[in-house]
């Protein structure tokens, strides 16, 4: 009786399940995902036609967010957006995976089940977009749902276990204490930070790598005038003329930036028009090129905001183009696509209207340079006058002559407005807000920016005092902004500055406030200063 009762102790010892410590099985399960995303994104780097899990994801957040969100988001984050969003993508992926490992402490076959889930999430994102093939997409998700479950499995049977007292016993596996677990999940973990960075990190070199091969683009037909000298202030702070390619806003759908190459490129326009026309990138460059200066703004734009632009666009005219498909009657939107399904909508005769042209561009270079891949490489459309979320498609692809009840562009349904020109604005840039300045002369200077229709004059009001007329730099376009300044003789004590502008068809900002949705920002635009 003795032997028996000696022999099962140990049997039944051995069989009892293993309680591993709830903050390891959690470390546990965030590594396990954080290796799946790393296959994921590695996987997509390498082969084109599986997208990146954590962007697909991040893709869908967009498309089902409400009404409001896209705003919220950019006022939170501005141009930083797009990061922001990929980070919490990540982290919510983390977080359940820290939930599944918490789940196999006790039900080890739901949580590698709940990694298959959480795989699939992202194989159901990825299928949504243009470039996925389903092959590919499906091999991507296997790879991941393995390494995710090989990787949970691993460091459960790693995991120190926990005695009957709460304390940690040795357990049974290769590394059976908890520094030789966390050396375990730490390096697992490390190579797929690692993995998952260089992963993204290929994918965007690769777009900006395709960007720069096979580009050739003659001289304009028309380039547009050097600026004068007098288009121009020298005042610290103030906003340059032209904004550089590398300092110009970006604000997209695209979470990772698309990789087009030139030489399968091609623009097919069709829809209401008697000839259905498809342009290779040669063929396009091949038209008449024209130069001109154009600002163009995001609709997100707060008062005083960052969110726009002026640089010099090269490209093709866009009526051009549609007289080569010649447009028929009753045509009353332009529906541009992106190689991605994004889709912007405008009126048609915005831009083929004789008595107001407005020059309307396929752009192929941007400030004398081919069109970075992050600005819509090979070409997208310029359109003076009209915020971008109804005309300025990047990475453009074809363009639909259609009328305005058939289509709502992609932003309309999630509460923006259908028509939307740009507000005539104006910024103060200097002094900044807050600043604290030195009694006597302050420059105070900035933008003021009405597309299409110009700024004619620039005002400044100190606290309730009279608007002052600004000094407004000569335009160098009937398309862009222009610089503004001021000598104020400021006095001690503190102020409030605030500007307004007038526009070429004498229409003064206005200073009922609004928010950006549903068709733009106003108010005027109003900083604190103290002066000493």
Known sequence: MSTSTAASTPVAAATAPRRIPSSLAAVAGIVAAASALAVGELFAAFVTGAPSPVAAMGAALIDFAPPGSKDIIVGLFGTNDKPALLVLVAVVVLAVGAALGLVARTRPAVAMAGIVVLVGVGFLASLRLAEAQLALV??????????????????????????????????????????????RAGGLGALAVMGGALGRSMVEGRATQVATAGAEIPQPVDAAPTPAPDSSFDIAGLTPLVVPNSSFYRIDTALVTPSVDVNGWTLRVHGMVRNEVTLTFAQL???????????????????????????????????????????????????????????????????????????????VKMNDEPLPAAHGFPARLIVPGL??????????????????????????????????????QSRIDVPARNARVAAGPVAVAGVAWAPDRGISRV?????????????????????????????????????????????????????????PDPDGARGYHQIAVSVA
């Not at 040795?170 to 677990?181: C, E, H, N, Q, S």
């Not at 045509?331 to 005769?349: C, H, L, Y």
């Not at 610089?483 to 004498?506: E, F």
């Open 285 to 363: 460059v091949e038209l008449p090129l024209h130069e001109q200066y154009v600002t163009i703004a995001c609709v997100s734009n707060e008062v005083g905001g960052q969110l726009v632009g002026n640089a010099k666009w090269t490209g093709v005219r866009l009526t051009d183009v549609l007289d080569m498909a010649g447009v028929l009657p009753g045509a009353t939107q332009i529906v541009p696509r992106s190689i991605d399904d994004w889709a912007a909508g405008f009126p048609t005769e915005w831009v083929t209207a004789p008595e107001r042209p407005r020059d309307a561009l396929i752009a």
């Open 138 to 183: 499906l091999l991507s998700a296997a790879l991941q749902a393995i390494v995710g479950i090989q990787v949970l499995s691993v460091l459960l049977a790693a995991a120190p276990a926990v005695d009957a007292a709460g304390g940690v016993a040795p357990g049974t596996g290769a590394a059976g204490t908890r520094r030789g677990f966390l050396l």
């Open 387 to 424: 915020y971008g979320y109804v005309s300025a498609t990047k990475w453009l692809s074809e363009i639909e002559l259609t009328t305005l009840e058939a289509f709502d562009a992609y932003w309309v349904p999630r509460g923006w407005a259908k028509e939307a020109p740009i507000l005539t």
């Open 459 to 515: 005002e400044v009001q100190v606290d309730d005092g009279e608007w002052q007329p600004a000094t407004v730099a000569t335009p160098i376009g009937p398309q862009t902004w222009v610089q503004w300044k001021l000598a104020w003789q400021a006095t001690a004590g503190d102020h409030r500055l605030s500007v307004r502008a007038t526009d070429g068809l004498g229409e003064v900002q206005t200073d009922m406030v609004t928010r």
